[in-house]
């Protein structure tokens, strides 16, 4: 089955700066590669998610790029602020059907000031 | 937020005891989820349903039960509770063809 693994487990970063989260996945069949962002005692809650058919999706501070041969895709924040400390997650699947995802095991992301 | 729902949200019990969560979602979604969230883990899949009636298992799914008796409601029963079920249970849902919507959690602490 699939196998997602997730680095770095915990990323600091000083506010204004980039932060970058990885992910790789082991079924070359997974097509559909969402990231969630999950605040402290809350539900996890979509910020991107990108399909097997495009390399790179980008939506105002968030991008996130993939890598099909190499089975890898990664979150881009840019011009980190404080409310993006939080925990991030990825997950692979098929997109069609039930989804059956497959999460990393997150990175804590803290943005200090 | 106020499209998926889950009860209870807290809820601690003893090992042996029988526990059903539930998750209600008022979105006509044909798809519903189980995860548990541990820490180290990320959130692991427990059991899903494709429709009334259907169901599957997940990567963890020893210990559970599910049921889904209409499209709205997908119940997830502990048959008899253990510590190693500790967690937070998070209920979702779906389309099929876009992102799956997450319930606020339910915390089950097995004494």
């Known amino acids: 089955g699939e196998n997602v693994e997730q680095h770095p487990s915990t990323l600091s970063v000083q506010e204004g700066d980039s932060a970058v989260i990885k992910c790789t996945y082991s079924d070359s069949a997974s097509n559909y590669f969402p990231w969630y962002k999950q605040e402290l005692g809350k539900r996890p809650q979509l910020i991107i998610d990108i399909r097997s058919n495009v390399g790179e999706k980008k939506d105002q501070r968030i991008a996130v790029t993939l890598n099909k041969t190499a089975k890898h895709f990664s979150l881009h924040i840019t011009e980190t602020q404080p409310e993006d400390s939080a925990v991030y997650f990825c997950a692979a699947s098929i997109i069609q059907g039930a989804q059956k995802l497959v999460f990393g095991q997150g990175t804590r992301l803290t943005i200090n000031p | ?111």
């Open chain 2, 1 to 111: 937020d106020a499209g998926i729902t889950q009860s209870p949200r807290h809820k601690v019990t003893e090992t042996g005891t029988p526990v059903t969560l539930r998750c209600h979602q008022t979105e006509n979604h044909r798809y519903m989820y189980w995860y548990r969230q541990d820490p180290g883990h990320g959130l692991r899949l427990i059991h899903y349903s494709y429709g009334v009636k259907d169901t599957d298992k997940g990567e963890v799914s020893d210990g559970y039960s599910v049921s889904r008796s209409k499209t709205e409601d997908f119940l997830l029963t502990l048959e008899s509770a253990t510590s190693s079920q500790t967690s937070v249970y998070f209920c979702a849902s779906a389309t099929g063809l876009h992102e799956q919507f997450f319930g606020p959690g339910t915390r089950l602490t097995v004494l």
